[in-house]
């Protein structure tokens, strides 16, 4: 999971702290640019396809890692 919040923090450009707890909503650098560009980072890294509907049941951090590591 570690490597992933480095990619996630990394992908959406912000210098805030993450943890498997962090609210996605309360990440101050989370727009949505940000969501595209996650979508692009879980396709590219983890070929996964999400879909936008797939980030809206994602409250935090851990939810969206455990959808990616399904």
């Known amino acids: 999971m570690e490597k992933f ?16 707890d962090t609210k996605i909503d309360d990440i101050p650098d989370w727009d949505s640019l940000s969501v595209i560009s996650v979508l692009t980072m879980v396709n ?13 049941k994602v409250v935090t951090v851990r939810d969206l890692y455990e959808i990616v590591a399904q």
Do not use: H, V
């Not at 919040?5 to 498997?20: L, N, Q, Y």
């Open 44 to 56: 590219l890294e983890y070929d996964k396809t999400l879909r936008r509907a797939d980030l809206q």
């Open 5 to 20: 919040i480095e990619k996630f923090a990394e992908t959406i450009d912000t210098e805030a702290e993450i943890t498997p």
